[in-house]
């Protein structure tokens, strides 16, 4: 089967059982209508390939998405749009959303704590990992707090705090308990010249 139009509308590609709009059964891809894209990576697609939908292991399922450009001025190889009339603020329904589970049964669970929930490479070198339990480790995949960085290069692991605005305040650091009842500060005194802890009780601490 190469095509199919079922009696409600719905068109199958490779199959004549579609569940939805359109059901394509394999990969497919997106290609360029101008003629002038000519890309020249032969390993992915060819040169008027500008994106591939196809498994991330074959029969094993998953989503791998390539996008190809030729473009001479920087541009995004790939970029999300999202705009959205009403935006909450409880972390629930936010512009953009990533969501990850794992597989229980019939349906979905958690990842576990230790497992990786979202990975940021750079060809194959692991750059940020987010755990399950929302551990964040940049330069190590096994971070062992909240945040973890870990480098190899002389005087790395660094963070720099900078206000470009000198009226805005000065840079710092806030450590408080749950409620915000207290809060000690690290940061820079009004000159900028030195190193200062303060401790305030009953503060938001901004």
């Known amino acids: 089967i190469r095509m199919y139009i079922s009696p409600s509308g719905n068109v199958g590609v490779g199959h004549n059982a579609p569940d939805e709009v359109l059901d394509v059964k394999g990969n497919f891809t997106l290609r360029d209508a101008t003629g002038n894209l000519?890309?020249?990576?032969?390993?992915?697609?060819?040169?008027?390939?500008?994106?591939?939908?196809?498994?991330?292991?074959?029969?094993?399922?998953g989503l791998r998405i390539t996008t190809l450009s030729d473009s001479t001025v920087a541009s995004s190889a790939f970029q999300v749009n999202a705009v959205a009339t009403t935006v909450s603020n409880d972390g629930n329904n936010a512009v953009i959303r990533l969501r990850a589970a794992k597989k229980n049964g019939t349906t979905e669970t958690s990842v576990d704590t230790n497992e990786d929930v979202l990975s940021i490479n750079n060809t194959g070198?692991?750059?940020?990992?987010?755990?399950?339990?929302?551990?964040?480790?940049?330069?190590?995949?096994?971070?062992?707090?909240?945040?973890?960085?870990?480098?190899?290069v002389s005087y790395q692991p660094h963070i720099l705090l900078e206000n470009s605005t000198s009226s805005a305040g000065d840079p710092g650091i806030t450590f408080a308990d749950s409620v915000e009842n207290y809060a000690y500060r690290l940061g820079a005194d009004d000159s900028g010249n030195g190193l200062v802890i303060t401790y305030k009780a009953g503060i938001d601490p901004q």
């Open 38 to 61: 000519a890309h020249g990576m032969s390993v992915f697609g060819d040169d008027d390939q500008y994106a591939i939908f196809n498994q991330e292991a074959s029969g094993d399922g």
């Open 125 to 152: 070198t692991e750059l940020i990992v987010v755990k399950g339990n929302g551990y964040m480790g940049m330069g190590t995949s096994s971070p062992s707090s909240m945040l973890h960085l870990k480098s190899g």
